[in-house]
């Protein structure tokens, strides 16, 4: 792997099932109507966490293979009538070459040996096979709350720090080095309706936090209470619009 997986642990991956946002189905509706297939036959979805983007490819697929490099992660996702999981890293995927007509990944391509993936990836997908990448990335703002964003920039990240994280990204270039084809890039900016608790619950997912937490020395009650303590000041009303934008990247396989 590129990096330490920071979701490897029991504690963090049931927060992420818990706090995580599903905005997964619009993305799907959206990869429907760019490649023009309402259905696919078999698709994968590599480094599917909890099981949030493998629902949402459940409904555009007759049957979907999802895989996680976390065990801990896996045992949180939902069992669905046509979804089998699987235990692999992103970089050795255990399937026969031209397996699937869609391979997806949300939220992880950052965490990859990209390289050593898009190689996966290709061999993998059956020619003419479509590999979707997308993000959702927290913005740092609260829609109508400029204060957020000073306290997000100036306090939260300075005192719990990104860990590191390939910033490769999938330039036509790039992906035709590994026999695919760039057909598109999009931004899908949106927003999730927050409570305060749920924004704290959010917050204790991120890898800031886990690396605190979980490989760190801090207690997550005391980092909980020092986060709902600091966002008090910024639920003047029951909820708060989190102002998410996410990057769509469409491939194709060529041949």
């Not at 005391?222 to 934008?245: C, H, L, N």
Request: glycine letters at 6%; a neutral charge.
């Amino acid at each position: 792997m590129a990096s330490t997986n920071y979701f490897s642990h029991a504690t963090a991956a049931a927060r992420y099932a818990k706090y995580r946002p599903y905005f997964h189905p619009r993305l799907m509706e959206r990869l429907v109507q760019f490649t023009g297939c309402a259905r696919f036959a078999h698709a994968l979805d590599v480094a599917c966490g909890t099981g949030n983007s493998t629902r949402a490819l459940a409904a555009v697929a007759e049957k979907v293979t999802a895989v996680d490099a976390s065990a801990a992660m896996l045992a949180q996702a939902p069992a669905l009538p046509n979804v089998v999981y699987q235990e692999a890293a992103a970089e050795a995927l255990p399937f026969a070459d031209s397996t699937f007509e869609l391979l997806t990944v949300g939220l992880a391509f950052h965490w990859f040996e990209q390289d050593t993936f898009m190689r996966e990836a290709h061999r993998v997908l059956a020619p003419g096979g479509w590999l979707f990448v997308y993000n959702n990335l927290f913005m740092g703002a609260l829609r109508g709350c400029p204060e957020f964003k000073i306290w997000m920039d100036e306090v939260y990240l300075k005192k719990y720090l990104t860990p590191p994280r390939t910033r490769k990204k999938l330039t036509p270039e790039y992906s035709e080095k590994f026999g695919f084809a760039r057909v598109g890039l999009e931004n899908f900016p949106n927003e999730v309706s927050v409570t305060r608790e749920q924004l704290v619950g959010y917050f204790l997912t991120q890898s800031n936090v886990i690396a605190a937490v979980e490989q760190g020395s801090e207690r997550i009650d005391d980092v909980a209470t020092w986060i709902d303590r600091s966002v008090a000041p910024f639920f003047t009303e029951p909820t708060r619009a989190m102002q998410f934008g996410s990057d769509l990247w469409f491939l194709r396989k060529r041949g």
